[in-house]
């Protein structure tokens, strides 16, 4: 009891004092897509290493909802987002001056579990994509596969990936998709869901594509656009994956940025999967 | 005849589903053990995660539950036996009594991902502690103080009658009571209580999970305003990853040392209860 | 230095003002809850409730949360309950004490199985059995997230339900075997009668115990907020409100419309799981006394 409560009072003295000082001019949060999260972890790790300072900047995972939230709310220093902030939330958090530092761009693909592309799925038209998710094409044999019920995957709506995906296939960010039977959130999870499929569609940054999951080409006339081939700068389903922060940033937020754009940070961009700031000719 | 048949059947059936039973949390453990087995080795406990979880041990995420539960239950624990001494000792009014007893059982079915909602909006914003240890402190606190004040209610009324009479007969204070009879009769209780409540904290997830933790990039926290890794939330983001059967075997290394963690906890307040009922029968 | 007296006086006090904070802060919950969740009624009214469709920013219908949450926790007690009640009969009537003292702790060990932990077998192991074993197409539906809840409560059920079974007092039992009654029979015809309003009371925080979980429901469930059709098609995908709010909140946490439906949502669980832990003690305690 003695000791607890000592605990308590020290507790409560030290919660004051940190409190004073909220942020710590060597510690970073960063929270938001699991798209950006990656790279920005790997860049996090080389930052500290290079600074040769005791910073430590840690990362969550969220979404790029909740990377926008995050930042403007101050839970966070950075938030991390993979598509552009909603016109929503610019109203919303309007008092935060939100500002987006764009650190590289991705594809996103249209994904099918290995079993569907090995059985002749390779390609998929926007009409046909907006029919699965709609719910008027339910089977894959309406589609030129086998004859299997397809297990439309769809995503939480404030993600990164849906907003760029449907924005392609309906025209808006925030479309509805009645067909979808799952709702994910993280890449991660969306990719064991399809992956643990053998008649899942869904979306990805390309670099989630692999052997279990295969990137399938959009038809667009007599041409097939593939995500994972970079030469085909035609390739209509792109973002841009950025670091957003209330205001400009200052301090160790503004430096982590400047390193993220440097050309140390962009080789980790472009290392993972991704397109660096530079070659936004290639990404349209 | 047949009567004997049936009831023979029937319990046969009993067994048989109280077997079932047994059965399917063999498998459970089993399946945890298993699968997690393979990941434990020196380096998985001395290790800091790596390449997203794929590699390396659960070093920091350890120390971080550890952190985690224990300023949990440091903060919960006065606040749990003032609770249980203010109902047991200092209220006469047997209504206000059971209304107290009441909204402690009702705090203990409140769903966590409330407490930690509610926290984080309080404690977090309100109170300016953000996401941070000692955010997942005061919200882990508040979460198993019920579980720590049921358990020395419990202890305290197990109290044999005997004792406050002759406390009585010695026109003992309440005070003097309270320091020289219930207080060192219901340490076993306080000590179950706390083992209790450290291993409930230990278990949680969805209180913490956007309050107090981070996946990447946090270690041994340098400040109470700091967030730290934890095996809870480390495996949540693990498991849903797929595809590299290292992160899938990571998962349930850390899962097991989860279990393990619980399992002692909770096994040593059945131990310390044993004790406390043996005091009682002598 | 201090006189006893006024030591006993600060104890006093001490004791007073911690024992309030804590059982302020249930009641400063439940009103925080109501006022975050105020605004989503205004705008809404009862078709909050009864509205079916959720998208955020447009429409905030809570229907097929509400609806998930309950089917899911119904059908988890509905699968555990037998095993509850088998396990608590031979716990309770045929073991000796000493076994049924290892039986109970056992149980109190499976009942800290952290929901994580739960998470990543249903994740791992149920969802691709029960896809595999009822031939649907996926393995994360309704059905998937009841029957793991339904695991998770068995420990505690079968601690209640055997505590209420053992707090019959044992002359109904000496009674009805000398009538010439068999174990068994004593146990349908006295015991059980006798102890309904404890099973009750087991049930009913069994109930409010499963309503609650968040992570290993999240995981499994399919989280989509849509109803099956037809409703009683379990074998689809749905969401229940703890997983809803694990999924949405942080997003929207702190402000605006989304906030205050989610808080509307947290405020229905609340109020159900407290009604089921309120009678679920009451019973208890009818049960007891009896």
């Known amino acids: 009891m003695k000791i607890s409560g000592f605990f308590l009072a020290a507790l409560l003295c030290h919660a004051a004092s940190t409190q004073a000082a909220p942020a710590a001019e060597n510690r970073l949060l960063v929270m938001g897509s699991t798209t950006v999260l990656p790279v920005a972890s790997l860049a996090a790790e080389e930052f500290t290493r290079r600074s040769g300072r005791e910073v430590s900047i840690t990362i969550n995972p969220g979404g790029s909802g909740v990377g926008v939230n995050s930042a403007a709310t101050g839970r966070a220093s950075i938030g991390m987002i993979s598509r552009e902030i909603s016109s929503d939330e610019h109203k919303r958090f309007a008092e935060a001056r939100l500002k987006t530092h764009v650190i590289g761009h991705d594809r996103v693909a249209c994904v099918v579990s290995s079993e569907i592309y090995q059985a002749g799925v390779q390609s998929l038209s926007r009409e046909e994509i907006r029919a699965i998710y709609q719910g008027t094409i339910t089977n894959w044999k309406e589609v030129g596969g086998p004859d299997r019920e397809i297990v439309v995957v769809d995503k939480e709506r404030h993600r990164g990936t849906r907003h760029a995906f449907m924005r392609y296939v309906f025209g808006d960010p925030t479309a509805r998709a009645p067909g979808a039977r799952l709702v994910t959130g993280s890449n991660n999870e969306e990719q064991a869901k399809i992956a643990a499929s053998d008649a899942a569609v869904g979306m990805l940054s390309t670099a989630w594509i692999s052997d279990e999951v295969a990137g399938v080409g959009i038809r667009e006339g007599q041409a097939v656009l593939v995500s994972n081939d970079a030469s085909q700068i035609a390739y209509p389903i792109v973002r841009p994956l950025s670091l957003v922060t209330a205001g400009e940033p200052a301090g160790l937020a503004r430096e982590f940025i400047e390193f993220m754009l440097a050309p140390a940070g962009q080789a980790l961009v472009e290392n993972f999967g991704y397109y660096p700031v530079a070659a936004a000719d290639r990404v349209r | 005849m047949t009567r004997g048949f049936l009831e023979k059947g029937v319990l046969a059936g009993l067994v048989f589903m109280t077997g079932f039973a047994v059965f399917i949390f063999a498998l459970v453990l089993a399946e945890v053990a298993v699968r997690g087995g393979g990941a434990l080795n020196a380096g998985f406990f001395l290790e800091e995660a790596r390449d997203f979880g794929a590699a390396g041990g659960v070093r920091y995420q350890m120390e971080g539950t550890l952190l985690l539960m224990v300023g949990a239950a440091a903060l919960g624990l006065p606040l749990a036996l003032a609770g249980a001494l203010f109902q047991t000792e200092y209220v006469d009014a047997p209504g206000l009594k059971r209304g107290l007893r009441l909204l402690v059982y009702s705090m203990n079915g409140v769903p966590t991902i409330l407490f930690g909602l509610l926290g984080y909006l309080f404690f977090g914003i309100t109170l300016g502690a953000g996401v941070s240890w000692l955010t997942g402190v005061l919200i882990l606190a508040i979460m198993i103080l019920p579980t720590i004040q049921v358990s020395v209610q419990e202890a305290i009324e197990a109290l044999p009658e005997q004792y406050r009479e002759a406390a009585g007969a010695l026109g003992l204070s309440r005070w003097q009571v309270v320091r020289s009879i219930v207080l060192p009769h219901c340490l076993y209780g306080i000590v179950t209580g706390t083992l209790l409540g450290l291993a409930r904290a230990a278990g949680e997830t969805a209180a913490i999970l956007f309050t107090a933790t981070a996946f990447s990039g946090a270690r041994f926290p340098e400040a109470m305003s700091d967030p730290v890794p934890t095996l809870q939330t480390h495996i949540l983001v693990l498991a849903q990853e797929a595809l590299n059967p290292r992160t899938i075997e990571n998962a349930w290394g850390a899962g097991l040392v989860l279990l393990c963690l619980v399992f002692s906890l909770i096994a040593l307040s059945l131990v310390f209860r044993g004790r406390l009922s043996m005091e009682f029968e002598r | ?290």
């Open chain 3, 1 to 290: 230095m201090f006189q006893p007296r006024s030591i006993a006086i600060f104890f006093r006090v001490l004791v007073t003002v911690l024992a309030l904070t804590a059982t302020g802060l249930i009641v400063l919950f439940f009103l925080f809850l109501v006022k975050e969740s105020l605004p989503v009624f205004q705008a809404e009214g009862v078709g909050f409730l009864t509205g079916r469709d959720w998208w955020a920013g447009e429409s905030y219908g809570a229907w097929p949360m509400i609806f998930g949450s309950a089917i899911v926790t119904l059908l988890a007690l509905g699968l555990a309950l037998p095993f509850a009640l088998a396990g608590a009969v031979v716990a309770s009537e045929f073991l000796s004490s000493r076994l049924r003292w290892w039986a109970k702790s056992l149980m109190e060990l499976f009942a800290g199985v952290p929901g994580i932990v739960y998470g990543l077998l249903g994740v791992g192991v149920l969802a691709p059995a029960v896809k595999e074993f009822f031939g649907l197409i996926d393995g994360n539906t309704l059905f998937t997230a009841a029957l793991l809840l339904g695991i998770m409560v068995l420990p505690t059920l079968l601690t209640l339900a055997d505590d209420a079974l053992h707090a019959v007092p044992g002359k109904f039992r000496d009674q009805a075997q000398s009538l010439g009654l068999s174990r068994l029979r004593t146990v349908w015809a006295v015991v059980l009668p006798q102890a309904k309003a404890g099973l009750l009371g087991a049930v009913f925080l069994g109930l409010g115990r499963a309503m609650g979980e968040t992570i290993a429901v999240m995981l499994v469930i399919g989280g989509r907020d849509r109803m099956p059709a037809p409703w009683y098609n379990l074998f689809q995908p749905g969401q229940s409100i703890p997983s809803k709010l694990g999924r949405e909140a942080a997003e929207a946490v702190g402000a605006g419309l989304q906030w205050n439906a989610l808080m509307g949502l947290g405020l229905m669980l609340f109020l159900m799981v407290l009604g089921m832990t309120v009678a679920g003690h009451l019973f208890l305690k009818r049960g007891r006394a009896a």
